[in-house]
């Protein structure tokens, strides 16, 4: 019995002793620790843990720079950039201007969002407050907003403010929504918003008056919408019914009239440049002769005078869609069309007079031209009547200026500014918006030159849809020879070569 158990004992040590983790190697695992391997090793994980921690740090450092410094813009349009003249404005600031923006948490629009932050970062001055109407629903009444909309803003500095509402930051043009279903939309918060900020911080805005009684058109409401949003105000002038021209007058506009003015509003015309006053003349060739003598007699004392006929173009690099009269001019260096030539755009002038430069200008007298045609250009002497686009006996050769932009110094030192365009179709909405904007562009830029506001001139909406492609008559020949004929016929040819190589192996 003992014997037994013995035995059943000593089999369940060896069982035990069989399934016993065998007992480490302390000498061993310590001389682990000292390996070439581990040492190595060590390196990696603490590498790893630095490089880990850097790139926490520079991602919160990068967070919180402005977002002007961190992101590229590679739009088309640089929809996610601002203008210099937005850039010299914000920063110049002297006054603290506040911008409020009225939004709901979760439905802050994007881009107004983009555009906000990189006004704050470029002055101390500005400052952007988040306003939520379910949070202040009584703050927007203080401003006259009855009604609030998501991404509303109210800009204010001292006791002046001015809104922008939600639907001013969005630009739709529906004239190809017929044709191709499209929309173009553009955004147009950086102009809106630029505008409010000048508006609160100026305390003089400049005055347009337009000419009327001698059959002038009328600017569209979109011209007078883009004028508005340069802080121009605009009101209507008979020179029939004043002694002179109203004194808070910067500038007066004279919009295609069909019949000329009388003597005495051109001696007001004269005293009121004289006296340092500024105007922005449209016309066209007059369909009887001497139709607008007076004006051209005014014109003529600041050294442009009119060529006779209507201005045809003989080069097709020069014109648009095939019409030898739908110019597509040269934009010569200035300010108001540096802008236009850096960002390649265009200005369409169906249907224009030229302009003649006189040679002897007094010293007084700084004359630019602005538009002009190309070396092969002439001026049909038939005008409205002329029954061919070709060159006949008698038509007046080229070049010819489109437009000038003229400088006077007066008498008593005040200087005065004139920009005459050949041509009244400058500003139809059409012809416009066939090369996007451009031709706004340049009369905002006209109107801001005269008016001494150089900094607001070309802040444009930015497109988040295609925009037009104007391209001359000549480089569309080009094109299409090129896809029409020249491709396939290259593509064939390869195919033959490739089926007669293989043939032949």
């Given at each position: 019995?003992?014997?037994?158990?013995?035995?059943?004992?000593?089999?369940?040590?060896?069982?035990?002793?069989?399934?016993?983790?065998?007992?480490?190697?302390?000498?061993?695992?310590?001389a682990s620790f000292r390996t070439r391997n581990f040492r190595v090793g060590g390196y990696s994980v603490v590498a790893a843990a630095i490089v880990l921690a850097i790139a926490i740090m520079v991602n919160l450092f990068v967070n919180a720079?402005?977002?002007?410094?961190?992101?590229?813009?590679?739009?088309?349009?640089?929809?996610?950039?601002?203008?210099?003249?937005?850039?010299?404005?914000?920063?110049?600031?002297?006054?603290?201007?506040?911008?409020?923006?009225?939004?709901?948490?979760?439905?802050?629009?994007?881009?107004?969002?983009?555009?906000?932050?990189?006004?704050?970062?470029?002055?101390?001055?500005?400052?952007?407050?988040?306003?939520?109407?379910?949070?202040?629903?009584?703050?927007?009444?203080?401003?006259?907003?009855?009604?609030?909309?998501?991404?509303?803003?109210?800009?204010?500095?001292?006791?002046?403010?001015?809104?922008?509402?939600?639907?001013?930051?969005?630009?739709?043009?529906?004239?190809?929504?017929?044709?191709?279903?499209?929309?173009?939309?553009?955004?147009?918060?950086?102009?809106?918003?630029?505008?409010?900020?000048?508006?609160?911080?100026?305390?003089?805005?400049?005055?347009?008056?337009?000419?009327?009684?001698?059959?002038?058109?009328?600017?569209?409401?979109?011209?007078?919408?883009?004028?508005?949003?340069?802080?121009?105000?605009?009101?209507?002038?008979?020179?029939?019914?004043?002694?002179?021209?109203?004194?808070?007058?910067?500038?007066?506009?004279?919009?295609?009239?069909?019949?000329?003015?009388?003597?005495?509003?051109?001696?007001?015309?004269?005293?009121?440049?004289?006296?340092?006053?500024?105007?922005?003349?449209?016309?066209?060739?007059?369909?009887?002769?001497?139709?607008?003598?007076?004006?051209?007699?005014?014109?003529?004392?600041?050294?442009?005078?009119?060529?006779?006929?209507?201005?045809?173009?003989?080069?097709?690099?020069?014109?648009?869609?095939?019409?030898?009269?739908?110019?597509?001019?040269?934009?010569?260096?200035?300010?108001?069309?540096?802008?236009?030539?850096?960002?390649?755009?265009?200005?369409?002038?169906?249907?224009?007079?030229?302009?003649?430069?006189?040679?002897?200008?007094?010293?007084?007298?700084?004359?630019?031209?602005?538009?002009?045609?190309?070396?092969?250009?002439?001026?049909?002497?038939?005008?409205?009547?002329?029954?061919?686009?070709?060159?006949?006996?008698?038509?007046?050769?080229?070049?010819?200026?489109?437009?000038?932009?003229?400088?006077?110094?007066?008498?008593?030192?005040?200087?005065?500014?004139?920009?005459?365009?050949?041509?009244?179709?400058?500003?139809?909405?059409?012809?416009?918006?066939?090369?996007?904007?451009?031709?706004?562009?340049?009369?905002?830029?006209?109107?801001?030159?005269?008016?001494?506001?150089?900094?607001?001139?070309?802040?444009?909406?930015?497109?988040?849809?295609?925009?037009?492609?104007?391209?001359?008559?000549?480089?569309?020949?080009?094109?299409?020879?090129?896809?029409?004929?020249?491709?396939?016929?290259?593509?064939?040819?390869?195919?033959?070569?490739?089926?007669?190589?293989?043939?032949?192996?």
């Amino acid at each position: 019995m003992f014997g037994k158990k013995s035995k059943e004992q000593a089999e369940g040590k060896a069982e035990k002793k069989k399934f016993q983790l065998p007992r480490p190697d302390m000498a061993k695992f310590r001389a682990s620790f000292r390996t070439r391997n581990f040492r190595v090793g060590g390196y990696s994980v603490v590498a790893a843990a630095i490089v880990l921690a850097i790139a926490i740090m520079v991602n919160l450092f990068v967070n919180a720079l402005p977002s002007s410094w961190t992101q590229l813009d590679t739009t088309a349009s640089g929809v996610f950039s601002i203008s210099s003249q937005t850039e010299q404005i914000v920063s110049g600031l002297e006054d603290d201007v506040t911008v409020y923006w009225l939004v709901r948490s979760g439905d802050e629009d994007t881009y107004l969002e983009n555009l906000l932050e990189r006004y704050e970062s470029l002055s101390d001055h500005l400052t952007v407050v988040k306003k939520d109407p379910d949070v202040y629903p009584t703050f927007a009444t203080q401003y006259g907003i009855s009604s609030v909309s998501d991404n509303d803003l109210v800009v204010e500095c001292g006791d002046r403010y001015t809104t922008v509402s939600a639907s001013d930051l969005y630009e739709y043009d529906y004239s190809s929504y017929y044709t191709t279903g499209s929309i173009d939309v553009s955004f147009a918060g950086e102009g809106s918003l630029t505008s409010a900020v000048s508006y609160v911080t100026s305390d003089d805005l400049p005055k347009l008056y337009t000419l009327t009684g001698h059959g002038e058109s009328s600017l569209s409401s979109d011209f007078e919408s883009a004028l508005e949003k340069e802080n121009v105000e605009i009101e209507e002038l008979s020179l029939l019914t004043v002694d002179a021209v109203p004194e808070d007058a910067d500038c007066i506009l004279i919009y295609g009239p069909s019949s000329d003015i009388s003597e005495t509003e051109l001696e007001l015309l004269q005293e009121y440049l004289s006296a340092g006053g500024n105007l922005i003349l449209l016309t066209d060739t007059p369909e009887d002769d001497g139709a607008l003598d007076n004006l051209e007699s005014l014109m003529a004392d600041y050294g442009v005078t009119t060529v006779d006929g209507i201005v045809v173009e003989g080069n097709q690099s020069y014109y648009a869609y095939g019409y030898p009269y739908y110019l597509l001019p040269e934009l010569e260096s200035h300010t108001i069309t540096s802008p236009l030539i850096s960002d390649n755009y265009y200005v369409l002038i169906p249907i224009a007079q030229g302009l003649e430069i006189a040679d002897d200008l007094d010293d007084s007298l700084s004359v630019s031209a602005l538009l002009t045609t190309s070396d092969d250009a002439y001026s049909k002497l038939d005008g409205w009547a002329m029954t061919t686009y070709s060159q006949e006996s008698g038509d007046i050769d080229g070049p010819f200026t489109l437009a000038v932009a003229i400088t006077k110094t007066n008498d008593d030192e005040s200087e005065s500014k004139i920009v005459w365009v050949g041509s009244t179709s400058l500003l139809d909405d059409d012809i416009n918006t066939a090369v996007s904007g451009g031709n706004q562009d340049f009369f905002l830029n006209a109107v801001n030159w005269i008016c001494g506001q150089e900094e607001s001139i070309s802040i444009r909406s930015k497109s988040l849809s295609s925009e037009y492609l104007t391209i001359d008559s000549a480089s569309a020949s080009v094109m299409t020879l090129t896809v029409v004929i020249v491709l396939p016929v290259a593509f064939l040819v390869i195919g033959v070569f490739i089926w007669a190589r293989r043939r032949r192996a």
